[in-house]
């Protein structure tokens, strides 16, 4: 076997991805064993904490505590394998890396997150980061959407969503919010538009109708069935597919401003593996997160086939599943447990409020707390700024559990209050 590492070949457990399923899901297998072996492989040289890209957009967070080292948020005496799986080959219980070394397992989490398709959009590399065309979904993006902000001097502001899946599916609209707010603190006249190829603002209706009343709030114009295709930076124009009478056509929007979250993928390695179902995810079992042919793999978080909202909530409610099934199957002992696809979007409806929609399989509202979960407040801006950061870094990647809240309530049809 061709091999250039200088680690061992083989463990009973590798993970593949050292985000927050992989690592996760890593801390919570050693804290049940601490003599497993187990390994990440991870061509990244950092871990983030992708959720506060939001704030930092908006002004209301340091990017520099988004980022930690990968090998500092590895837990204690797992073995962290840098380097890019190419190829799985469950026939022989290997995943291949770049360059053709292999490694061995008894168990196999996949946990590589979702593919970012910024090519997907003709134009858009080109202009990112310069022209005010922006975007929170990276790292060295998210302070430049803060500067086009504060460097606004009114016109028209446009927010785009590619079609869905994609990670945080309320991230597209929270920036606009955060914006829309910082425009109407500071006087400045904004024509601002959502730009969706979606029938709707969100996927759960019940949360749906709530932030059609925010953006009347704001006076900005949701604008459905209009798919981003094309950015001519130098310009400002944005060009928009839409769809009239089942009839294709592009339409061309000048802009002053320009936030764009990139259409979304299963990773291709993935795709192209026997790992994968018809539409390139992970065939794994929604409820035990155990992938539905090879009954010694496992899936996490955003790669796989399970229908829950792509979140690193999501990941926080399936990291006990995953360790807990696979542990079972490993040693024939112990109990197993079921993901009910409960995951949350905190959807920053201004720099101070927030609307925290949670949600479980099938759009069940499911809110942790009592209230009604459209009203948008002010505790749970503390939630999403301080805490939630608080319980990643502290709780979900070093494996401890944090108790579940979330339950099924029920609430008037009628909108309550809604002052963003
Ligand atoms: P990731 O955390 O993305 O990790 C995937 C890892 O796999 C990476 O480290 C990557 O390097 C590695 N990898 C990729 N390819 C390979 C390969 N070939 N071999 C080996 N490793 C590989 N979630 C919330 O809960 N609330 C929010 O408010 C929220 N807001 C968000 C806002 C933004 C702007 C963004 C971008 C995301 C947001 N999310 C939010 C989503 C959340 O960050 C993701 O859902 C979560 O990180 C998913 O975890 P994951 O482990 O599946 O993927």
């Known amino acids: 076997m061709a091999t250039n590492l200088s680690v061992r070949t083989s463990y009973s457990v590798v993970i593949v991805g050292g985000g927050a399923g992989g690592v996760s899901v890593a801390a919570r297998l050693k804290r049940m064993s601490n003599i497993l072996d187990v390994a990440v492989v991870d061509p990244s040289e950092f871990h983030y904490y992708q959720p506060a890209w939001t704030l930092v957009g908006g002004g209301q967070f340091d990017i520099a505590k988004t980022r930690r080292s990968m090998r500092d948020c590895m837990p204690a005496g797992v073995e ?9 080959e469950p026939e022989h219980n290997a995943v291949v890396l770049e360059g053709g070394a292999r490694i061995g397992y008894k168990f196999l989490v996949v946990a590589a997150g979702i593919q970012l398709d910024w090519d997907g959009i003709e134009g858009l590399i080109d202009t990112l980061g310069k022209n005010d065309v922006t975007s929170n ?26 079609p869905m899946p994609i990670k945080c599916a309320g991230a597209p609209q929270k920036i606009l919010y955060l914006a829309a707010d910082y425009f109407r603190k500071n006087r400045i006249a904004a024509d601002i538009r959502f730009m969706t190829p979606g029938p709707s603002m ?11 009343s925010v953006m009347r709030a704001y006076q900005a114009k949701p604008c459905f069935g209009q798919k981003l295709v094309r950015v001519d930076g130098p310009s400002k124009t944005a060009y928009f597919e839409v769809t009239t009478d089942g009839i294709k056509s592009v339409q061309d929007t000048k802009f002053d ?8 993928s299963a990773p291709r390695f993935i795709r192209e593996s026997p790992l994968a179902d018809a539409a390139g995810w992970v065939e794994v079992d929604k409820a035990t997160l155990r992938h539905t042919r090879f009954a010694n793999i496992f899936g996490i978080g955003d790669c796989t086939s399970t229908p829950n909202s792509k979140t690193a909530a999501a990941v926080k409610n399936q990291m006990p599943v995953v360790a807990k099934n696979l542990m079972a199957a490993l040693t024939g002992r112990g109990e197993t447990m079921t ?9 920053t409806t201004s720099a101070g409020k927030v609307m925290l929609a949670e949600f479980c399989y099938d759009g069940v509202v499911t809110p942790s707390f009592p209230m009604d979960p459209r009203s948008p407040r002010k505790i749970y801006w503390w939630l999403k700024q301080s805490f939630l950061p608080y ?17 099924r309530r029920d609430f ?3 909108l309550p209050t809604i002052n963003p």
């Open 137 to 162: 979904y990276r790292f060295d993006l998210a302070p430049y959407t803060w500067q086009c902000i504060q460097q606004f001097k009114g016109g028209t502001a446009l927010f785009t969503q590619p």
């Open 339 to 347: 993901y009910d696809g409960c995951a949350s979007c905190p959807l």
């Open 391 to 407: 319980l990643y870094w502290n709780i979900v990647i070093k494996g401890k559990r944090w108790p579940l809240t979330h339950k």
């Open 80 to 88: 962290f394998v840098p380097g890019r799986v190419t190829a799985f």
């Open 412 to 414: 008037p049809e009628a």
């Open 257 to 264: 401003m320009l936030h764009v979250v990139p259409p979304q």
């Open 202 to 212: 969100f996927g759960v209706p019940f949360y749906a109708k709530a932030l059609e």
